[in-house]
């Protein structure tokens, strides 16, 4: 099925099932500890090795010397690989240059995209590559044998300081820079204006499971049980790696704990488990430990922000300047932190442009909401300080500025597919009580404690993806759904199987359910905020062509309706079940996509307000309470997708407070790469957070009337808290984390 005209009436109007806050149907499993996980399928593989990774202990530079003779006269060690027996693998092949936000969750266009070749040779490009492979009859026999790896380097001169490499940096072409009318002469004209920089930091996606892979061969057929958000994106990492056909792969990710954008790629644990499993002729797992993750994986890469905004006296933006400086590998993207400045507020004069430096650091990739997490600390900071220089009030100043249409393009008319911003912004306050805060900083106390109220806006990029489905009506009348789409903890299983429902007009606890098996049709995957949209208009597409077929062999007409467990038409009523009497149906289709995002410009939107209190004694910053008003489409099911935004709204504040990579410039590694010392969220930290969901259908999105909804509570939630500090203390902190060491200094003195 191509969508590629707006959404007519389909039958996921009738809203009897789809948008309903069911509980996730995979939640009583998970809560018995009877889901598996990559690492934990013992049953299929009783004897597993275990492999343990070495981890290079330099930034940059040579491996100079290597001993493992120590390590493979250890007890129970099967084999050590390293650069001098590892086999051929094949690297990435450069990419085409694209500007659209989806090249930053990882193009497909170019073969080898994915690949990830390992112990190739002595070079060191960053922390923690893998430099051996260590493999046993238990882990702990292989842990203790890795301690054995004797590695002597040769240290090269490491690049690891953006503040540095931010001097040579060049354009980035994975950007997409924008320059509309004269922007210089409107600032320099303008009546009321702010020119300043904001920083964030490198930052960790820290998920609970760690990245982990079961290898097994039959044959020349490779099957892995392993940890990564999107099926066919695994597969062909892989293959592309070992250099094989991608039909030789077979990826199983039924159940992931968490990803936010780190598992997006492929890394040492897959590569070289498959590799182990081949010599030894029987499966193979390995998890990576947890500071592996933080320097062998992704993270968010730093940036700093230069934001130009001037404005009439009426606070209507004449100017908009937003240069971003970014770090990262030679030839990787960094953080496209300019990219939702684009959309997210009027002005006639633009200025978006984006620099990278090139940094020796691990590798940088996607973290929930890449691009937008970290802008809007920046474009949302700098407009709260733009209310204060116009003594406006910073609602009415984003509601001034609202568009409705694209204001980058010039010579035609892209408007929103469905933009409510401004709703967002009314209920948000009215729910928060906007209109009570004090415009005045540092005036509210409640004790020691300065009290403060911040908002902001949010946006986040609707994408969507190919995605296809399989849906089976069974015998009794119940339904299976197949389809390669991840769960990373999402309600990706909730919201396909509700649709399935929906759509066949039984019951939710009627549909089976399967997902994370490259086997079946080819999904979506996770990512991007695209998942849940694309997956269940594939879902959507397979069920229209199982109608069809349905009433074709029961003799009744195309358009037949389908509910309470019949199918009805022209008087006729039959009974679903009576369909699959001599043998099941079984309908597959996938959902394609035309150009509709050109016609239309396409996000979701939200409004964050925040009160914070703020320890005059010791600087300790603490969110009180946070109301948060989300547009995006319709909400296929109220509970998860809270949920979704509830998790976003918690990483914005652990951005905003707490969450910091702390770079050892001696050898270019993450100092802080444990949970103990990268400090996230606890329950602790999180007061109740209220959601609201703005009522809108987004017709030219998806045949589903959704957008995306996962990433979107991150984005604009930082600024809402650094502004309401601000508004508590009278201290304005651009270089985030706002630490208590910020603030101390400048606090007014305690009486």
Not at 688 to 696: A, C, E, G, P, Y
Request: charged share 20%.
């Amino acid at each position: 099925m191509k969508f590629d005209k707006p959404a007519g009436p389909n039958p996921t109007d009738r809203m009897r099932i789809l948008g309903k806050p069911f509980d996730r149907v995979d939640g009583a499993i998970k809560v018995a500890g009877q889901a598996p996980y990559s690492y934990e399928y013992h049953d299929i593989a009783p004897n597993a090795a275990y492999g343990v990774m070495v981890g290079a202990g330099i930034g940059k530079g040579r491996i100079a010397t290597m001993d493992t003779r120590d390590a493979e006269r250890a007890p129970g060690v099967l084999l050590v690989l390293t650069h001098r027996n590892a086999p051929k693998m094949f690297g990435q092949q450069k990419k085409q240059n694209t500007t659209s936000q989806e090249s930053s969750e990882g193009s497909e266009e170019a073969k080898g995209a994915h690949a990830a070749p390992q112990l190739q040779g002595r070079d060191i490009k960053q922390h923690d590559e893998a430099v051996a492979f260590v493999v046993a009859e238990t882990f702990e026999q292989a842990t203790a044998a890795a301690h054995l790896v004797r590695i002597g380097y040769s240290a090269g001169k490491g690049r690891f300081s953006l503040t540095e490499g931010a001097r040579n940096a060049k354009p980035n072409p994975e950007a997409e820079d924008a320059h509309v009318g004269d922007f210089d002469g409107a600032f320099a004209a303008a009546a009321v204006k702010v020119d300043v920089t904001y920083t964030t930091p490198n930052q960790s996606q820290a998920m609970m499971e760690p990245h982990a892979t079961l290898a097994m061969w039959s044959g020349d057929q490779l099957t892995l049980h392993t940890s990564h958000q999107i099926t066919h994106w695994s597969t062909e990492g892989v293959a592309d790696t070992l250099g094989i056909p991608h039909d030789k792969v077979r990826c199983v990710c039924a159940y992931i704990g968490g990803g936010f954008g780190s598992k997006l790629e492929v890394y040492g644990d897959a590569v070289l488990s498959a590799v182990a499993a081949q010599k030894l002729g029987r499966p193979v797992k390995c998890a990576l430990t947890r500071p592996q993750i933080f320097n062998h994986t992704t993270h968010r890469p730093p940036t700093i922000q230069r934001l130009q905004l001037a404005a009439g006296r009426d606070g209507r933006l004449l100017a908009m300047g937003h240069t971003t400086w970014t770090g990262d590998q030679e030839g990787a993207r960094g953080e496209l932190a300019t990219e939702q400045s684009r959309l997210m507020y009027g002005g006639a004069n633009r200025k978006l442009e984006t620099y990278i430096a090139t940094l020796d650091l691990p590798k940088g990739g996607s973290m929930r909401a890449p691009g937008e997490a970290a802008g809007l600390f920046a474009l949302e900071g700098a407009m709260d300080e733009l209310a204060e220089a116009l003594d406006m009030d910073p609602v009415e100043l984003r509601i001034v500025n609202d568009v409705q249409q694209d204001p980058t393009t010039q010579d035609k008319v892209r408007p929103f597919s469905d933009r409510k911003l401004v709703e967002c912004m009314r209920q948000g306050a009215a729910k928060f009580g906007w209109d009570r805060r004090n415009r005045r900083p540092g005036q509210m106390r409640d004790g020691s404690l300065l009290i403060g109220h911040g908002m902001a806006g949010g946006i986040r990029n609707n994408m969507v993806k190919a995605s296809g489905t399989r849906v089976t009506l069974q015998s009794g009348g119940r339904v299976l759904v197949e389809t390669a789409m991840t769960d990373i903890g999402t309600g990706s299983y909730t919201i396909n199987a509700q649709t399935a429902a929906e759509m066949l007009g039984v019951p939710l606890d009627r549909v089976s359910i399967k997902l994370g098996d490259s086997l079946f049709p080819k999904a979506a995957g996770s990512g991007g905020s695209w998942g849940g949209n694309s997956s269940t208009a594939g879902t959507y597409a397979a069920c229209m062509a199982l109608r069809t077929a349905i009433a074709a062999r029961m003799g009744m007409p195309a358009d037949a309706e389908f509910v309470d467990g019949q199918i009805r038409a022209g008087g006729r009523s039959i009974p679903l079940a009576s369909a699959a009497a001599n043998g099941p149906v079984v309908a597959e289709d996938t959902i394609t996509y035309g150009d509709l995002e050109k016609t239309y410009a396409q996000a979701s939107f939200a409004a964050h307000f925040c009160e914070v209190a703020v320890s005059a004694v010791t600087g300790e910053v603490r969110v009180r309470r946070m109301t948060s008003a989300f547009s995006a489409g319709r909400i296929l099911n109220a509970k998860t997708a809270r949920s979704q935004c509830l998790g976003g709204m918690t990483m914005g504040i652990g951005a905003a407070l707490m969450e910091a990579l702390q770079v050892d410039e001696r050898f270019g590694y993450f100092a802080n790469h444990d949970l103990a010392e990268y400090h996230v969220p606890v329950h602790a930290d999180i007061p109740d957070l209220d959601v609201i969901f703005v009522d809108s259908l987004d017709t030219k999105s998806s045949p589903m009337k959704a957008r995306g909804v996962g990433e979107l509570g991150i984005c604009g939630v930082g600024a809402a808290v650094s502004s309401a500090v601000a508004n508590a203390t009278g201290v304005r902190v651009r270089d985030f984390p706002i630490t208590l060491d910020k603030l101390l200094p400048h606090l007014p003195k305690v009486a």
